[in-house]
């Protein structure tokens, strides 16, 4: 690991810390209500684990994982379903938890998706936003931090699959990113 490449943008405790606030929102926003999470893989699992650990109101879970058409762009346009969601969602409220909305164009694909099932209510709860680089106009209901167009890993996010695993949110350095 070369971890003194990597500069902390939002530390271990800030993360938790905001992570339990909108897991609150969530709480008081559903009160009395069901409600069926849906983490989009790979890099939304370490925040839904922490996410549905702070709910109180009565859930499941299930998973979708989507990929860009195009093997060096992550946001090239075109999605396709890796695997889709083994619960049917007609009548259910959904939320769909994301690691960081970037162009917009994955979770606007899946919000598309999710509607034609019919579901009772659907909202997006994203832990990260790159507002700059949106290309389609989607705003996550939940949002953790809105961030600036900097290439970020750790809690679940990655660089060509590594540091998924670091506790904090870090800036890439700009020789390494590769959009
Ligand atoms: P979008 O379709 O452009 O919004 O892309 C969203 C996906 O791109 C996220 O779910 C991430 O997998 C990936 N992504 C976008 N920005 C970053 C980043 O800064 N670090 C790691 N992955 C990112």
């Known amino acids: 690991m070369h971890r003194n490449r990597y500069k902390i943008l ?9 992570v339990e ?20 893989l ?53 939320i769909v938890v994301e690691d960081i909305v970037d162009t917009g ?14 579901p009772k209510s659907l909202r997006i709860c994203a832990l990260l936003d790159k507002p700059s680089r949106r290309k389609v106009d989607i705003t996550p ?3 953790g931090f809105t961030i600036p167009d900097y290439f970020v890993v750790g809690y679940g996010l990655d660089y060509n699959e590594e540091h998924r695993n670091y506790r904090d949110i870090c800036i890439l350095q700009p020789a390494q990113h590769e959009d």
Not at 21 to 35: P, Q, V
Not at 105 to 118: P, V
């Open 21 to 40: 606030e909108l897991a609150r929102a969530i709480n008081t926003d559903y009160s009395g209500e069901e409600l069926l999470v849906v983490g989009i």
């Open 10 to 18: 939002l530390s271990e405790a800030e993360i938790r810390s905001r």
């Open 141 to 143: 209901d939940y949002r």
């Open 42 to 94: 790979k890099g939304a699992f370490i925040f839904m684990a922490d996410l549905v650990r702070e709910l109180t109101i009565p859930i499941a879970v299930d998973f979708m994982d989507m990929s860009s058409y195009g093997a060096s762009t992550r946001s090239s346009g075109e999605v396709r379903i890796l695997k889709d969601l083994e619960t049917p969602v007609e009548g259910k409220n959904i």
């Open 105 to 118: 164009l994955t979770l606007s694909y899946i919000a598309e998706l999710l509607r034609t099932r019919n």
